[in-house]
C-alpha cells in the first residue's frame, strides 16, 4: 500500500471521529427534541392543573396568547369562548388538531364531570422551542467534534515526527567507500515500541553494509596489488623478448612470458569466480553428490598420475542427493582437490569420502602433505593469503572462493588435521540428503 501513512492515519481517525461525532450529535440533538416536547407537554398539563384551581381565571382566548411568548391557549369549557376548530366533545389528554393558524397541541383535562380544562399551543411555536433545546446542547458537541480532528491531526503528526527524523539522519549519513567506516546506527531512544524492531533491523543492515563494503575495499585493494606484480612482470619480460637478438634468445624469453600470461589469466578467472559466487544466481538442480565427485576425480586423475599419488575414493551404499547448484559443489570440490594434490608429496595419497551426516551429505578430501598449522587454519580462507613457507603456486583466492561458496549454499567448509597421521583434512558439508 503506497502513500502518505500521516495522511492514512489522520484520514481514517478522522473518519472515525466524524462518524461517531455525528452520530452522538444526531443522537444528543434527538433526545435534547423529544425531550422539551415531553417538557412542553408537561407544561400544559401543569397550566391546566393550575387553571383548574383559578376559579376567577380569564378564559379568552386571545388574552390567554397575549400573556405569554410560548402563545398557549386556555379555555373553560362549558362557557367559554372556544375556537371554531376545537371540536366540542373532544375528550380527555393529548392531542393534535389543524386550527385556523396551523396544527395544535391541545391538552384536554376534566377538572369536574361537566367542566373541561383546554390548554393548546402551536406547533410551530413549540417546534421552535424544542430546536433551539436540541441545537443549545448539539453544539458544545460539534465544537468538541472539531477540535478532537484537529488533536488528531496534530499528534498523529507528533507521534510520526521520530521516523522523519530518522529518515533525516539516514540521509545526512556520507555515502562512498571512504565513509564505509563512518556509517553509525540508527538512535532507538525516544522511539515506539512498534518501530524499535524496525530501526535494529535497519542497524543491523547498515552494519552488514559497511563490513561487507569493507571487505570488498579490502578486497579490491589487494586484488590491485595481486595484479599489479604479474603485469609488472609481464611487461619486463616483453622488454627483455625486445631486446633479443637472436631467435634462440627469443625462445628463451617466450617461455617465462606465457607463464606469466597463465598466472595473470588463472588471478583474473579467480577473481571473476570469486565475483560470480558472491553475485549467485547460478542455476540448481537435483545434484548426485557421488557421480559429481567421480566426475571430478577422472578429471584430476592425470594429474595425480603424473606425481605418483594414489588418488583413491570411498562412498556410502546409497547415493546421496541434493537440490543445488552443481557448478559451484564443482567448483568447490575441484579445489579441494587441487590443493589436495598439489600439497601432497610425491608418491604419496589423496582420498576422497562421500558420507552422510545425519541429514547433511560430507565429503572429504584428505592428503598426506605437511598440514596447515591449526592457528594458521582460518587465516588460509582470507582472500590473497598464502602460507608461509609453502612454496605453493597460487594467488590465495581458491579457498576463499571456495568458503564463499559453500555459505551461499547454506554448507561449510573447514580444513581438519588427518585423523590418521599428518597432512590436511578438506570437509564440505552441504544441505540436507533427499
Same mark, same amino acid.
Given at each position: 500500500?503506497?502513500?502518505?501513512?500521516?495522511?492514512?492515519?489522520?484520514?481514517? #481517525?478522522?473518519? @472515525?471521529?466524524?462518524?461517531?461525532?455525528?452520530?452522538?450529535?444526531?443522537?444528543?440533538?434527538?433526545?435534547? *427534541?423529544?425531550?422539551?416536547?415531553?417538557? =412542553?407537554?408537561?407544561?400544559?398539563?401543569?397550566?391546566?392543573?393550575?387553571?383548574?384551581?383559578?376559579?376567577?381565571? +380569564?378564559?379568552?382566548?386571545?388574552?390567554?396568547?397575549?400573556?405569554?411568548?410560548?402563545?398557549?391557549?386556555?379555555?373553560?369549557?362549558?362557557?367559554?369562548? %372556544?375556537?371554531?376548530?376545537?371540536?366540542?366533545?373532544?375528550?380527555?389528554?393529548?392531542?393534535?388538531?389543524?386550527?385556523?393558524?396551523?396544527? *395544535?397541541?391541545?391538552?384536554?383535562?376534566?377538572?369536574?364531570?361537566?367542566?373541561?380544562?383546554?390548554?393548546? =399551543?402551536?406547533?410551530?411555536?413549540?417546534?421552535? !422551542? %424544542? !430546536?433551539?433545546?436540541?441545537?443549545?446542547?448539539?453544539?458544545?458537541?460539534?465544537?468538541? $467534534?472539531?477540535?478532537?480532528?484537529?488533536?488528531?491531526?496534530?499528534?498523529?503528526?507528533?507521534?510520526?515526527?521520530?521516523?522523519?527524523?530518522?529518515?533525516?539522519?539516514?540521509? %545526512?549519513?556520507?555515502?562512498?567507500?571512504?565513509?564505509?567506516?563512518?556509517?553509525?546506527?540508527?538512535?532507538?531512544?525516544?522511539?515506539?515500541?512498534?518501530?524499535?524492531?524496525?530501526?535494529?533491523?535497519?542497524?543491523? #543492515?547498515?552494519?552488514?553494509?559497511?563490513?561487507?563494503?569493507?571487505?570488498?575495499?579490502?578486497?579490491?585493494?589487494?586484488?590491485?596489488?595481486?595484479?599489479?606484480?604479474?603485469?609488472?612482470?609481464?611487461?619486463?619480460q616483453v622488454q627483455n623478448l625486445e631486446a633479443a637478438t637472436s631467435a634462440e634468445a627469443m625462445r628463451a624469453?617466450?617461455?617465462?612470458? /606465457?607463464?606469466?600470461?597463465?598466472?595473470?589469466?588463472? $588471478?583474473?578467472? =579467480?577473481? #571473476?569466480?570469486?565475483?560470480?559466487?558472491?553475485?549467485?544466481?547460478?542455476?540448481?538442480?537435483?545434484?548426485?553428490?557421488?557421480?559429481?565427485?567421480?566426475?571430478?576425480?577422472?578429471?584430476?586423475?592425470?594429474?595425480?598420475?603424473?606425481?605418483? !599419488?594414489?588418488?583413491?575414493?570411498?562412498?556410502? +551404499? +546409497?547415493?546421496?542427493?541434493?537440490?543445488?547448484?552443481? @557448478?559451484? !559443489?564443482?567448483?568447490?570440490?575441484?579445489?579441494?582437490?587441487?590443493?589436495?594434490?598439489?600439497?601432497?608429496?610425491?608418491?604419496?595419497?589423496? /582420498?576422497?569420502?562421500?558420507?552422510?551426516?545425519?541429514?547433511?551429505?560430507?565429503?572429504?578430501?584428505?592428503?598426506?602433505?605437511?598440514?596447515?598449522?591449526?592457528?594458521?587454519?582460518?587465516?588460509?580462507?582470507?582472500?590473497? *593469503?598464502? #602460507? %608461509?613457507? +609453502?612454496?605453493?603456486?597460487? /594467488?590465495?583466492?581458491?579457498?576463499?572462493?571456495?568458503?564463499?561458496? @559453500?555459505?551461499?549454499?547454506?554448507?561449510?567448509?573447514?580444513?581438519?588435521?588427518?585423523?590418521?597421521?599428518?597432512?590436511?583434512?578438506?570437509?564440505? /558439508?552441504?544441505?540436507?540428503?533427499?
Amino acid at each position: 500500500m503506497r502513500g502518505s501513512l500521516e495522511r492514512r492515519l489522520s484520514r481514517t #481517525l478522522a473518519l @472515525a471521529i466524524g462518524t461517531i461525532g455525528l452520530v452522538a450529535g444526531i443522537a444528543s440533538f434527538a433526545f435534547a *427534541y423529544f425531550d422539551a416536547q415531553e417538557l =412542553q407537554d408537561e407544561t400544559l398539563v401543569q397550566i391546566a392543573a393550575l387553571a383548574s384551581r383559578q376559579d376567577g381565571a +380569564s378564559n379568552t382566548p386571545d388574552r390567554a396568547a397575549h400573556e405569554s411568548e410560548s402563545r398557549v391557549i386556555v379555555v373553560r369549557l362549558p362557557g367559554g369562548t %372556544a375556537p371554531r376548530w376545537l371540536p366540542v366533545g373532544l375528550p380527555g389528554g393529548f392531542h393534535t388538531l389543524e386550527g385556523d393558524e396551523g396544527r *395544535y397541541r391541545v391538552f384536554v383535562r376534566a377538572s369536574l364531570p361537566d367542566a373541561r380544562i383546554v390548554v393548546a =399551543q402551536p406547533t410551530e411555536t413549540r417546534d421552535e !422551542i %424544542a !430546536i433551539n433545546s436540541a441545537l443549545r446542547t448539539a453544539a458544545p458537541m460539534a465544537g468538541l $467534534l472539531v477540535l478532537l480532528l484537529w488533536l488528531v491531526a496534530r499528534i498523529v503528526r507528533r507521534e510520526l515526527a521520530p521516523v522523519r527524523q530518522l529518515a533525516q539522519t539516514l540521509d %545526512a549519513q556520507a555515502v562512498g567507500t571512504q565513509a564505509v567506516a563512518r556509517l553509525q546506527p540508527l538512535p532507538e531512544a525516544d522511539l515506539p515500541e512498534e518501530i524499535v524492531p524496525f530501526v535494529r533491523a535497519i542497524n543491523r #543492515l547498515l552494519e552488514r553494509v559497511s563490513r561487507a563494503l569493507t571487505e570488498q575495499r579490502r578486497f579490491i585493494a589487494d586484488a590491485a596489488h595481486e595484479l599489479r606484480s604479474p603485469l609488472t612482470a609481464l611487461s619486463v619480460q616483453v622488454q627483455n623478448l625486445e631486446a633479443a637478438t637472436s631467435a634462440e634468445a627469443m625462445r628463451a624469453r617466450v617461455a617465462p612470458l /606465457s607463464e606469466g600470461i597463465n598466472r595473470a589469466r588463472r $588471478l583474473t578467472e =579467480q577473481l #571473476l569466480s570469486l565475483a560470480k559466487t558472491q553475485a549467485g544466481g547460478a542455476a540448481r538442480a537435483k545434484v548426485d553428490v557421488a557421480r559429481l565427485v567421480r566426475d571430478l576425480i577422472a578429471e584430476v586423475f592425470p594429474m595425480a598420475e603424473a606425481r605418483g !599419488i594414489d588418488l583413491g575414493l570411498a562412498e556410502d +551404499s +546409497s547415493s546421496p542427493t541434493l537440490e543445488s547448484e552443481p @557448478a559451484t !559443489i564443482r567448483l568447490i570440490l575441484r579445489n579441494g582437490l587441487e590443493n589436495a594434490l598439489r600439497h601432497a608429496p610425491a608418491g604419496g595419497e589423496v /582420498s576422497v569420502r562421500v558420507w552422510h551426516d545425519g541429514e547433511r551429505i560430507v565429503v572429504d578430501v584428505s592428503d598426506n602433505g605437511p598440514g596447515i598449522p591449526e592457528e594458521e587454519r582460518e587465516r588460509v580462507f582470507d582472500a590473497f *593469503y598464502r #602460507l %608461509a613457507g +609453502s612454496g605453493a603456486e597460487g /594467488s590465495g583466492l581458491g579457498l576463499a572462493i571456495a568458503r564463499e561458496a @559453500a555459505t551461499r549454499l547454506g554448507g561449510t567448509l573447514g580444513l581438519h588435521a588427518r585423523p590418521a597421521g599428518a597432512g590436511t583434512l578438506f570437509r564440505l /558439508s552441504l544441505g540436507r540428503a533427499s
